[in-house]
């Protein structure tokens, strides 16, 4: 390929210098968005990384391809969705899943900090059984400072869906967890 | 309260779960829930509890997702990133061959099936002079069995330019419809469970069969005041299975090739 880029014209190899710059500024606006939905669906630190950086990589691969570079958080963001769930179908990791990184500070007893435990597995539990949908619409609204625009533009959705979905995902884990 | 325990009767009452829930979600009390709760101290205390919840669900989701990249995140991504080709473009080794051969493969299968494509026997046009039966409405995105493809009644005759309106409308919706999909989609979206899809799925075969029927089912749905039927009307909504339809199941469902219905739900016609 080095081979190839010597007799390019120059014109071609500084298109690839601003891609690769472009890429860069994406790289370091969306990190934090990717980790934070690839936890949502994982929960496992480690996991939610490695899934965000393969994500990255990915859309490294088919960034020249993206027409609208506006859509790149959205278009990310189904790419981490995906890539977590494959983790998750693949490995099965369910029950490895590590909870203690993430957890609110303690409650002050032990009966508490059992409740807190307990009722954070049953929340888990519930949203895993969440209909897609209604999942991808309550993790992306829980990131901080996504409103329902927001998480309508990152969906490619009106945002009358995006808030029925995600009051119905809402109503779903109140009725799951009453 | 519990369900299980609970003092109030009310919690039998249909509908008024589902009020509890909706106040404990959203904070909007409607007024016979209100004046309920302010004589019930049980069902208060369950209103409460249940906001708590909410409270605590919405908490713990915020948790679930706010977790930081890593201080070497950016690192480790341009570490794999350099493991990949440039982005864009890249000819490589090998593609000239496979390339050539790919359209070498094509031209051969085009020059052999075009006589057979040419042969209006192989058409996929149907050559029977019997026509199918044709349902009374304009262009559809399903197919309407022939079971239900009855002509309407004579009660429902009287609607037939109220139908032949609507029918219009729904073709236009339709195209309309499809050129709004290839962008943004704009529609009303109503969600539907497993077990209610069937139901749905024959509603709207009724509705594709007989519109102003199903004009009129909609226009009843609601309390009208002063016994008038107020027209109102929904263009078109999108009706979606919540959960993934079995395989077995898209020979009953009749979904466009997307999985949605689309089903025109305007009573303005029915309620004249």
């Not at chain 2, 404990?24 to 209100?34: E, F």
Request: charged fraction near 25%; hydrophobic fraction near 45%; glycine fraction near 6%.
């Amino acid at each position: 390929m080095d081979a190839m880029a010597q007799v390019l014209p120059e014109s071609l190899v500084s298109l690839d210098a601003a891609l690769e710059r472009e890429f860069e500024q994406r790289l370091a606006d969306s990190s934090a968005l990717a980790v934070r939905v690839a936890m949502g669906v994982l929960r496992n630190r480690a996991d939610a990384e490695d899934v965000a950086q393969e994500s990255f990589v990915r859309a490294y691969r088919n960034f020249a391809g993206l027409r609208d570079r506006e859509k790149f958080r959205g278009w990310l963001v189904r790419i981490v969705w995906r890539l977590a769930l494959d983790r998750i179908r693949a490995q099965k990791r369910r029950e490895r899943r590590e909870l203690a990184a993430l957890r609110q500070p303690a409650p002050p007893t032990v009966e508490d900090v059992a409740a807190s435990r307990e009722f954070e597995r049953r929340l888990e539990a519930a949203i895993d059984a969440l209909p897609e949908k209604l999942r991808m619409v309550l993790l992306l609204a829980g990131v901080e400072g996504h409103d329902m625009n927001e998480v309508a533009s990152l969906l490619g959705l009106p945002q009358g869906t995006v808030k029925s979905r995600l009051h119905l995902a809402r109503k779903r884990l109140l009725e799951a967890l009453r | 309260m519990r369900e299980g325990k609970m003092i109030c009767g009310k919690f039998r009452e249909d509908g008024f779960r589902e009020a509890l829930t909706e106040a404990a979600l959203t904070g909007a009390v409607d007024t016979t829930l209100r004046g309920h709760l302010a004589e019930c101290a049980g069902c208060r205390a369950e209103l409460e509890r249940l906001a708590a919840l909410a409270g605590a669900i919405d908490r713990g989701v915020a948790v679930m997702t706010s977790a930081e990249p890593s201080p070497g995140f950016a690192a480790h991504v341009r570490a794999r990133v350099a493991e990949e080709p440039a982005p864009g473009f890249v000819w490589r080794r090998g593609w000239v061959p496979a390339t050539v051969a790919g359209v070498a493969v094509l031209a051969l299968a085009a020059w052999l099936l075009w006589p057979v494509a040419q042969n209006p026997e192989n058409s996929g046009a149907p050559q029977t002079t019997e026509r199918a039966p044709v349902a009374p409405v304009a262009p559809a995105p399903l197919q309407v069995p022939p079971s239900i493809e009855a002509p309407p009644s004579p009660k429902l005759a009287e609607h037939a330019g109220g139908v032949e309106h609507a029918a219009n409308k729904l073709g236009r919706a339709s195209r309309a419809t499809a050129a709004a999909r290839s962008e943004t989609p704009a529609l009303p979206e109503v969600l539907v469970s497993g077990d209610e899809w069937a139901q749905v799925v024959k509603l709207y075969r009724l509705g594709q069969a007989r519109p102003a029927a199903a004009g009129a089912l909609v226009a009843r749905s609601f309390t009208p005041p002063e016994d008038k039927v107020l027209p109102f009307g929904i263009e078109f909504i999108q009706i979606k299975p919540l959960e993934a339809t079995k395989p077995g199941e898209r020979e009953v469902n009749p979904p466009a090739p997307d999985g949605v219905l689309r089903m025109n739900v305007d009573s303005k016609e029915a309620a004249r």
